[in-house]
């Protein structure tokens, strides 16, 4: 099974920040790699699919990028409702993994 | 409108067998590319991807650790999706999501609509 490591597991950001989360790969995946953020109490909801397509709908200070095994979600200027957790998720074999999530809360 | 609905128990006995069902619409049963999947969340833990299944081919797959335990059926008549895991635990507790899945095979494949969850407790 491809295991899916993230950085960091939380972090706390001012609004206006520019924030990278990132996501490492027990072997290379190219780009099959999706993000999702999940708030609290919500199911979660897709950001970026195939390592850095836009999701319709999302807005596009969320953008991702992948080289190899390592993908990394930015967020360009941080706003209040993005608080929440964040998981990446490899879809380059069966079985699926995700990440173990990073938590994002505003300072 | 696409809406996925998961219905089940909300307690179970352990070594009891979970048996959850996923009511879908708004998409078309027809289309290669759709699926579904079950992810699980134990409260205050991460995703955990269970299996999904797809319509035209009806393949599926499962994690591998609960291949032994979990089945994924599809019931294109009612546009259903059942889950059956067997032998539950007290660490099965958690919120099981219906997932359509979007699967363009060697291209993409990720989790674009996703049901409520409902709430598993595994307990005696």
């Known amino acids: 099974d491809i295991q899916m490591t993230q950085s960091p597991s939380s972090l706390s950001a001012s609004v206006g920040d520019r924030v990278t989360i990132t996501c490492r790969a027990s072997?290379?995946?190219?780009?099959?790699l999706n993000w999702y953020q999940q708030k609290v109490g919500e199911a979660p909801k897709l950001l970026i699919y195939?390592?850095?397509s836009l999701q319709s709908g999302v807005p596009s200070r969320f953008s991702g990028s992948a080289a190899g095994a390592d993908s990394t979600l930015t967020i360009s200027s941080l706003q209040p409702e993005d608080v929440g957790t964040y998981y990446c998720?490899?879809?380059?074999?069966?079985?699926?993994?995700f990440g173990q999530g990073t938590r994002l809360e505003i300072k | 409108q696409v809406t996925l609905k998961e219905s089940g128990p909300v307690l179970v006995k352990p070594t009891e067998t979970l048996t959850l069902t996923c009511t879908v619409s708004?998409?078309?049963?027809?289309?290669?590319?759709?699926?579904v999947s079950w992810i699980r969340q134990p409260p205050g833990k991460a995703l955990e991807w269970l299996a999904d299944i797809f319509w035209s081919d009806g393949k599926s797959h499962g994690a591998t650790y609960l291949k032994n335990r979990l089945t994924i059926s599809k019931d294109t008549s009612r546009s259903q999706v059942v889950l059956t895991m067997t032998n539950v635990d007290p660490v099965d507790t958690a919120t099981y999501y219906c997932?359509?899945?979007?699967?363009?095979?060697?291209?993409?494949?990720?989790?674009?609509?996703w049901g409520q969850g409902t709430l598993v407790t595994v307990s005696s």
């Open positions: 998720q490899q879809c380059s074999s069966h079985p699926i993994t």
């Open positions: 997932v359509r899945t979007n699967w363009n095979r060697g291209i993409t494949y990720y989790f674009d609509c």
């Open positions: 072997q290379s995946i190219g780009t099959y």
């Open positions: 195939a390592a850095s």
């Open positions: 708004g998409f078309s049963l027809s289309d290669t590319r759709m699926g």
